[in-house]
């Protein structure tokens, strides 16, 4: 399968259900074909959780959705040992996590204990419950929603769980055409919560996506992208206005990610403006700002802008 017109036809279907927000939904493509996991931030009512129904729809994968709250147990993501009176053995209760796609809302309202639930799950696609370790499906794909405002009532995700996430998705309000064009299709009937009444169309099986996936590994990464890939990661380490810079499985994400965006722009090796054009969502969520960087305005994004630029481009 051609997937620059993989690439595409994902966008056509979509846009069926979900107006603009072209760009967060590349990166949901590119976070997809990959293997990654992907954290969302927005506020309520931009159709967060719309766009990761709308992608388990496309690939055809079960989806579960957990409503992270203060009071959430471990158990209840990844399942329990329940005891059968009648054949007097325990059995699997699995828990939601066992699914194609999991959507975790809220994903900082949960206490930490609940929130490393999730740890062993997301990078090693598997569970444990009573030490006995169960596989999950394949594919695998969390989806967790956060809202850049509220913070009452939440807990700060830790480091290594923020790491595991492939991407971090920021999602906007639509423009004044967008949200007009919205409010026409609702005013015409649309209803999301119908899909299949929209005429989206699955496009990907499982062992579609997997195929799609050994294809994207094939594509040539010279030893200089190699290098610049490397130089970012360590300038994001060596700078002033870093805590905490990117890790080693941020450059890992980095090169997998450049490897998707070219073969969605249909080449067959990576360019550096492929690398550049992933960086945002790669490293937004894994450096951390001192104080002082960010007294003088600075964010994330702003700051890996400018370590882009201050870095020579191989040829």
């Not at 099986?205 to 490397?230: C, D, F, M, N």
């Amino acid at each position: 399968m051609n997937t620059k017109k993989l690439f595409d036809a994902l966008h056509l279907e979509a846009a069926k259900v979900v107006v603009g927000q072209t760009d967060v939904l590349a990166q949901l493509f590119i976070a997809l074909l990959a293997g990654g996991h992907v954290l969302m931030e927005g506020v309520p009512g931009t159709a967060k959780t719309l766009m990761a129904k709308t992608l388990a729809h496309l690939v055809q994968a079960p989806m579960n959705r957990i409503q992270f709250t203060p009071d959430l147990m471990p158990s209840d993501i990844i399942g329990t040992n329940v005891f059968n009176m009648a054949t007097s053995q325990f059995y699997l209760r699995q828990g939601p996590i066992f699914a194609g796609v999991v959507l975790v809302d809220e994903v900082n309202r949960a206490p930490a204990k609940t929130q490393a639930a999730l740890l062993e799950a997301m990078e090693e696609r598997q569970v444990t419950i009573d030490g006995t370790q169960y596989n999950l499906p394949d594919p695998f794909l969390v989806i967790a929603t956060q809202n850049p405002v509220e913070y009452e009532g939440t807990y700060p995700l830790p480091e290594a769980q923020l790491d595991r996430f492939f991407f971090k998705i920021k999602v906007p309000y639509p423009t004044p055409p967008v949200e007009a064009e919205m409010l026409h299709r609702y005013n015409q009937g649309f209803n999301p919560h119908q899909l299949a009444a929209t005429g989206v169309r699955p496009l990907l099986t499982p062992e579609q996506l997997t195929a799609v996936r050994q294809h994207i590994q094939t594509i040539t990464v010279e030893k200089s992208i190699l290098v610049y890939i490397t130089q970012i990661s360590n300038a994001t380490r060596d700078a002033r206005e870093l805590f905490l810079g990117g890790s080693p499985r941020a450059s890992v994400a980095l090169l997998q990610a450049s490897k998707v965006h070219a073969a969605l722009h249909g080449r067959g090796f990576v360019t550096p403006d492929d690398v550049k054009a992933v960086a945002l969502p790669v490293y937004r969520h894994r450096i951390i700002l001192k104080p002082e960087t960010m007294l003088e305005g600075l964010n994330a994004d702003a700051l890996i802008t400018r370590i882009l630029n201050s870095l020579e481009v191989p040829r």
